[in-house]
Nanobody
Framework: VQLQAYGGGLVQAGGSLRLTCAAS????????MGWFRQAPGKEREFVAA????????YYSDSVKGRFTISRDNANNTVLLQMNSLKPEETAVYYC??????????????????WGQGTKVTVSS
């Protein structure tokens, strides 16, 4: 499984960005897909995830109501729409794929495959 994330960039506080993760795998629909982020000097943190069917979505409390994750199994892509961005959300954003029980969906160690990351900078 290869994952490529793109769509990051520089945005002002309050602005929006849409991240895309493209997966090269025939069995994409079998994987739970997640987005994580890592800010400079901080640990990686969970942002959002979507179940294999797209029927269930999960968010960290800090992004709930502002970010939306979705997937297109026909095109092997996962989107993260980010609205009302804050300067403290400046980070490298990573997409990840894995197969796990849903209680582990927020834990990065349960994702087997990771993309290279795309940098998001939110200016104040």
């Amino acid at each position: 499984v290869q994952l490529q994330a793109y769509g990051g960039g520089l945005v002002q506080a309050g602005g929006s960005l849409r991240l895309t993760c493209a997966a090269s795998v025939r069995t994409f629909s079998m994987y739970t897909m997640g987005w994580f982020r890592q800010a400079p000097g901080k640990e990686r943190e969970f942002v959002a995830a979507v179940s294999w069917s797209g029927g269930r979505t999960y968010y960290s409390d800090s992004v709930k109501g502002r970010f939306t994750i979705s997937r297109d199994n026909a095109n092997n892509t996962v989107l993260l729409q980010m609205n009302s961005l804050k300067p403290e959300e400046t980070a490298v954003y990573y997409c990840a794929a894995g197969r796990m029980i849903l209680t582990n969906i927020r834990r990065g160690e349960h994702y087997a495959y990771w993309g290279q990351g795309t940098k998001v900078t939110v200016s104040s």
